[in-house]
């Protein structure tokens, strides 16, 4: 059972814009603990594509984008493209259970 | 470059203990401040935190497992293990593990991760 809610599913035409939301509490995102996304593609592993809250790793389009305020972040795709049609989960620490927890996950379509 | 990989029995029995390596390669564990880590997810489910070890034998555990998961490490053959004892059917998933890296404690993330290895609880 995660502490980290995302939505199930979110969706979008080619070149929209896409935010997934993770909503946590006072204990992970809102304790101040960083916020991390992976884009996770059918049958392959997480791969980090935003670490620190709002960091791009080498390589990752900066059509994404992170943010955070209070309890929740969110992950913000813009110009989105077939190849973003993937999973997405959120990552954290939460001081409440001394370790990491991630959220629910999301799964992005390109109409 | 950084590469990781999983090996270990892919069946396991109910009630018997889980053991896999992740072999790192491109880079020495021992001479890394980094954590390695382990995650698994279960078909059609998210990800879980297993627990994290680094090079000196320090651990961090997911309190979920804290009574049946034991991590090592072996700096001699630049490896890291995970046992998880009386697995269930719940323990079915793909296992992965994983550099986690950062700053600190609750700013670290994972990266890069191996390719997984899925590991079945079954009689």
């Known amino acids: 059972q995660s502490v980290l809610t995302q939505p199930p599913s979110v969706s979008g035409a080619p070149g929209q814009r896409v935010t997934i939301s993770c909503t946590g509490s006072?204990?992970?995102?809102?304790?101040?603990?960083?916020v991390h996304w992976y884009q996770q593609s059918p049958g392959t592993a997480p791969k980090v594509i935003m670490y620190?809250?709002?960091n791009r790793p080498s390589g990752v389009p900066d059509r994404f984008s992170g943010s955070r305020s209070g309890t929740s972040a969110s992950l913000a795709i813009t110009g989105l493209q077939a190849e973003d049609e993937a999973d997405y989960h959120c990552?954290?620490?939460?001081?409440?259970?001394?370790?990491?927890?991630f959220g629910t996950g999301t799964k992005v379509t390109v109409l | 470059q950084l590469h990781l990989q999983e090996s270990g029995p892919g069946l396991v029995k109910p009630s018997e203990t889980q053991s896999l390596t992740c072999a790192v390669s491109g880079a020495s564990i021992s001479s890394s401040s980094d954590y390695w880590g382990w995650i698994r997810q279960p078909p059609g489910e998210g990800l879980e935190w297993i627990g994290s070890?680094?090079?000196?034998?320090?651990?961090s555990y997911n309190p979920s497992f804290k009574n049946r998961v034991t991590m090592s490490v072996d700096t001699s053959k630049n490896q890291f293990s995970l046992k998880l004892n009386s697995v269930t059917a719940a323990d079915t998933a793909v296992y992965y593990c994983?550099?986690?890296?950062?700053?600190?404690?609750?700013?670290?993330?994972?990266?890069?991760w191996g390719q997984g290895t899925l590991v079945t609880v079954s009689s």
């Open positions: 070890i680094k090079y000196s034998g320090s651990t």
């Open positions: 006072s204990s992970n995102i809102g304790a101040g603990s960083d």
């Open positions: 990552h954290s620490y939460d001081s409440s259970l001394s370790g990491y927890v």
């Open positions: 620190g809250n709002n």
């Open positions: 994983a550099r986690h890296c950062g700053p600190g404690t609750g700013r670290r993330w994972f990266d890069p």
